[in-house]
């Protein structure tokens, strides 16, 4: 019984692997031109979040270290997406707010993914889409 829960376990694992690089991989090539999947992340959490968010809260979300997002924050104000202020409470801190260009960016690339998208949920069957996303969810939760 050990052996076939081990091998439902590696298959599990497999799929999800191979399906996050798929998707990604299709993702990458859809989103406009010099945006990364990380900086669509953040910018459709800052959108959905709709105020500002730390550095710090920002890595920890998306199971990053806070170099890796100050990188991708820095390269976001670069190109004008996010403005990055002082925390006027703790002069140490940092806080993230999308501006008006990174909302227009952020719907850029959301009108870039939609049809792809919409493509994987029309081939896959609606029923099974809307199935198949607590289970997805549970999943993750259970791995973070």
Do not use: C
Request: proline share 4%; hydrophobic share 45%.
């Amino acid at each position: 019984m050990s052996d076939d829960r081990n091998t439902l376990a590696i298959l599990l694992i497999s799929e999800m692997l191979a399906a996050d690089h798929a998707m990604r991989g299709r993702l990458s090539r859809v989103l406009p031109k010099g945006m990364e999947i990380s900086h669509f992340s953040v910018l459709n959490h800052l959108a959905w979040q709709k105020g500002e968010s730390s550095p710090a809260r920002l890595a920890e979300k998306f199971g990053v270290t806070r170099g890796a997002m100050t990188n991708t924050l820095n390269k976001l104000e670069w190109a004008g997406y996010v403005h990055i202020r002082p925390d006027w409470d703790d002069a140490r801190r940092k806080m993230v707010a999308i501006s008006p260009a990174g909302m227009q960016a952020r719907d850029a690339a959301i009108a870039a993914i939609t049809p792809m998208i919409n493509q994987v949920v029309e081939d896959l069957g609606e029923d099974q889409a809307r199935a198949a996303l607590p289970i997805l969810r549970e999943i993750r939760l259970k791995l973070a």
